[in-house]
Antibody, heavy 113, light 106 residues
Framework: EVQLVESGGGLVQPGGSLRLSCAASGFSFTTYWMDWVRQAPGKGLEWVANINQDGRVKYYLDSVRGRFTISRDNAGNSLYLQLNTLTSEDTAVYFCTRQLDYWGQGVLVTVSS | DIQMTQSPSSLSASVGDRVTITCRASQGIRGDLGWYQQTPGKAPKALIY???RLHPGVPSRFSGSGSGTEYTLTISSLQPEDFATYYCAQYNSYPRTFGPGTKVHI
């Protein structure tokens, strides 16, 4: 069974940083691209970033490029998202997904003073 | 960026109804389209990929079709657990983009 479990969310002040983690299991992690998608409270889904199988190719949403960094640890079957210079616009539930076909339960990031 | 629109934005239906949701892309996406179901407080669940292929474990009452810029999701006989919000998403180019969602309610 494919499982994706996010952690690392929480309350952070504007300008602050946070690192999200996603533990993957139940599939061959090194075979798949991995994505992060977010959902602001009461809003729709917004793709954030993705990373290829060996971690060398990464794509970002324009509004997060330069502030967020996606990475992966294939030995540990883990996906990460480093969030820097956070603003209130980044407040959302962040979902880890396997190529948009399997999704984690999400982790809430709240940016507020 | 490819813009995705959905119609209707919401619809009222009854158990047993046939429901169709339309998704349009601002440019051709060559069938690189998925459909997702989300209930309140839950993660999205993939229903369809490649415009018409059923994700494993998804009931056969769900079907997808379309090509080019226009795609549809059909639920042949609405069940109580199908009342949810449905999103389409294109993965033909970056950034991946989602439609605004269609809420199916009683």
């Amino acid at each position: 069974e494919v499982q994706l479990v996010e952690s690392g969310g929480g309350l952070v002040q504007p300008g602050g940083s946070l690192r999200l983690s996603c533990a993957a299991s139940g599939f061959s992690f090194t075979t798949y691209w991995m994505d992060w998608v977010r959902q602001a409270p009461g809003k729709g889904l917004e793709w954030v970033a993705n990373i290829n199988q060996d971690g060398r190719v990464k794509y970002y949403l324009d509004s997060v490029r330069g502030r967020f960094t996606i990475s992966r640890d294939n030995a540990g079957n883990s996906l990460y998202l480093q969030l820097n210079t956070l603003t209130s616009e980044d407040t959302a539930v962040y979902f880890c997904t396997r190529q948009l076909d399997y999704w984690g339960q999400g982790v809430l990031v709240t940016v507020s003073s | 960026d490819i813009q995705m629109t959905q119609s209707p934005s919401s619809l009222s239906a009854s158990v047993g109804d046939r429901v169709t949701i339309t998704c349009r892309a601002s440019q051709g996406i060559r069938g690189d389209l998925g459909w997702y179901q989300q209930t309140p407080g839950k993660a999205p669940k993939a229903l369809i990929y490649g415009a018409s292929r059923l994700h494993p474990g998804v009931p056969s009452r769900f079907s997808g079709s379309g090509s080019g810029t226009e795609y549809t999701l059909t639920i042949s006989s609405l069940q109580p657990e199908d009342f949810a919000t449905y999103y389409c998403a294109q993965y033909n180019s970056y950034p991946r983009t989602f439609g605004p969602g269609t809420k199916v309610h009683i």
